[in-house]
């Protein structure tokens, strides 16, 4: 019977293994949003290749915002009325992770699939409508809840669950595509003819090496 070079087999096992590990406790059951002290909150930090729960001061976020976009003079903007967007000026390079999120939020609250107020919903489905209006966000870029004055807050309960929501969809798609190149791999030991398929495709199952 042949057998695959041992090395192949070892890059399938690698590919593998992640997709047969225990699944992690979802955010929210991990104290996903605790904070080191009463004195601080959360925020999200977007940069092009990473998302991260950040921790800044209650009683005056906005320097520690202003480091973490690069800039002195961040930018904020507000589409809906409990999250604001921290924005600097590097525009040397787009953030399609940060701009993506905030045309997810704003299409999400114009559907009413995130509760808003009436107000808010109807500016995102203005906006959702003509996305024109939504800018390309640059650099790194951070979210905060917002007061009813436009100031840093810490996130409502609404948000949070939606965040959480889309960190899971992210994991589920990361997974997926590992399984396709897990399949991939499998593929180019055992030929294609009727290799084992990710969840969704059609397979005749594993066929056994010759």
């Known amino acids: 019977m042949h057998q695959p070079p041992r090395d192949l087999v070892d890059d399938?096992?690698?590919?593998?293994?992640?997709?047969?590990?225990?699944?992690?406790?979802?955010?929210?059951?991990?104290?996903?949003?605790?904070?080191?002290?009463?004195?601080?909150?959360?925020?999200?930090?977007?940069?092009?290749?990473?998302?991260?729960?950040i921790e800044i001061p209650r009683a005056d976020p906005v320097p520690a915002i202003a480091t973490r976009v690069g800039d002195t003079l961040a930018e904020v903007i507000q589409y809906t009325p409990d999250v604001l967007i921290w924005a600097g000026e590097d525009g040397s390079r787009?953030?399609?992770?940060?701009?993506?999120?905030?045309?997810?939020?704003?299409?999400?609250?114009?559907?009413?699939t995130y509760a808003s107020t009436e107000l808010g919903r109807a500016h995102a489905q203005r906006l959702a409508v003509t996305p024109e209006f939504v800018p390309t966000l640059y650099g790194a870029v951070v979210l905060t809840g917002a007061t009813g004055h436009g100031e840093p807050a810490p996130f409502t309960d609404t948000f949070g669950q939606w965040f959480a929501a889309i960190l899971d969809q992210i994991d589920r798609t990361a997974a997926r595509i590992q399984a396709h190149a897990a399949v991939e791999a499998i593929l180019?030991?055992?030929?294609?003819?009727?290799?084992?398929?990710?969840?969704?495709?059609?397979?005749?199952?594993?066929?056994?090496?010759?």
């Open 94 to 112: 787009t953030n399609d992770t940060a701009t993506g999120l905030v045309c997810e939020l704003i299409a999400d609250v114009a559907e009413g």
């Open 12 to 53: 399938i096992e690698q590919l593998l293994a992640p997709l047969a590990a225990p699944q992690e406790p979802s955010p929210a059951a991990n104290g996903f949003w605790d904070v080191s002290g009463p004195e601080m909150m959360r925020a999200v930090l977007l940069d092009q290749d990473r998302i991260e729960l």
């Open 188 to 210: 180019a030991v055992f030929g294609q003819s009727r290799a084992p398929r990710p969840h969704g495709e059609e397979s005749d199952g594993p066929t056994r090496p010759r």
